[in-house]
Nanobody, 120 residues
């Protein structure tokens, strides 16, 4: 079956950088949009950034100019480069992808989440 596996979270000081990765594996025929969401304690899950199959990107206003999303279609992997991190970026970050499988058709998949903590 299809699964998304994230990596790259951790503890970083304000102003620091982290790079998140998310690899999709399994019975994959095609991948449409891929993206990152985050959820801080007591808050709703929110979109951070997304990238289409054609390379078009969208960012939350709060991360524009600091975060960059990219993807390697050959590796079914999406990345999130996070620079100039702020304490308010602290959250559990989830990878998302819309994937076509020959057995299930188009479906939305989520990773298990990776914690990002920005603190001095």
């Amino acid at each position: 079956q299809v699964q998304l596996v994230e990596s790259g979270g951790g503890l970083v000081q304000p102003g620091g950088s982290l790079r998140l990765s998310c690899a999709a594996s399994g019975s994959i025929f095609d991948i449409d949009v891929m993206g990152w969401y985050r959820q801080a304690p007591g808050k709703q899950r929110e979109l951070v950034a997304r990238i289409t199959k054609g390379g078009s990107t969208n960012y939350a206003d709060s991360v524009k100019g600091r975060f960059t999303i990219s993807r390697d279609s050959a590796k079914n992997t999406v990345y999130l480069q996070m620079n100039s991190l702020k304490p308010e970026d602290t959250a559990l970050y989830y990878c998302y992808a819309r994937i076509y499988s020959m057995t299930t058709g188009w479906q939305d998949y989520w990773g298990q989440g990776t914690q990002v903590t920005v603190s001095s």
